[in-house]
Structures are given as structure tokens and as C-alpha cells.
């Protein structure tokens, strides 16, 4: 949450879970696939926005074998530990993503 004029506002990722899990509580009332889109979008959104990019040439696709462009690190907040998760990004998939929000 972020503090704004001493009241605590909801952020983006609270407020796009917030929408996702009311989605999923009304079954029926949205098609499952826009939900899963919505969920898949805001797993890679967060990567995007919160995630150290770097040249990703060194990684080879597992299917296709082409190497992507970008690689996004994004280090764990809530522990010391020094875990971190990396994903993989093309051109394309970037703007696949852009055009998904």
C-alpha cells in the first residue's frame, strides 16, 4: 500500500488481485479464459515493472532455441534470503504484453 495524504491507497497489484479473486468468486460471470489472461498478464506485469533488466542473448528458448532479448531479475522483498526469480523476454513478448493491458 502507499501512503498518500496520511491515508493508505491500495496499489496497483493489491488492486488487480483484488479484481482477479472477485472474478474467480463469481463463476460464471466472466469468461475463465479472460480470467487466466488477466492473471498470466499480472504475473509478467510485475516483472516488467519491478524487475532489473538485463541482455538476455546468453538464454536460448527451450522450444525454438532462438535467444530472447531481455531477461528481468526481480529479488524478493520480504526476506533476507537471496532469493530471486528471472524470466525470459523477446521483443515480441514485450509488446504482446503492452497490448494485453
Known sequence: ???????????YDETSSSLVKALNGLKGTAPTELIQRLE????????????FFADGSFINHPETGKKYDFISMER??????????????????LEWLAQEF
Open 40 to 51: 498470466n498478464t499480472l504475473k509478467l506485469r510485475y516483472f516488467v515493472v519491478h524487475g
Open 1 to 11: 500500500m502507499v501512503q498518500a495524504a496520511g491515508v493508505w491507497v491500495k496499489g
Open 76 to 93: 524478493s522483498c520480504r526476506t533476507d534470503a537471496l532469493e530471486r526469480e528471472i524470466v525470459a523476454f523477446t521483443k515480441n513478448a
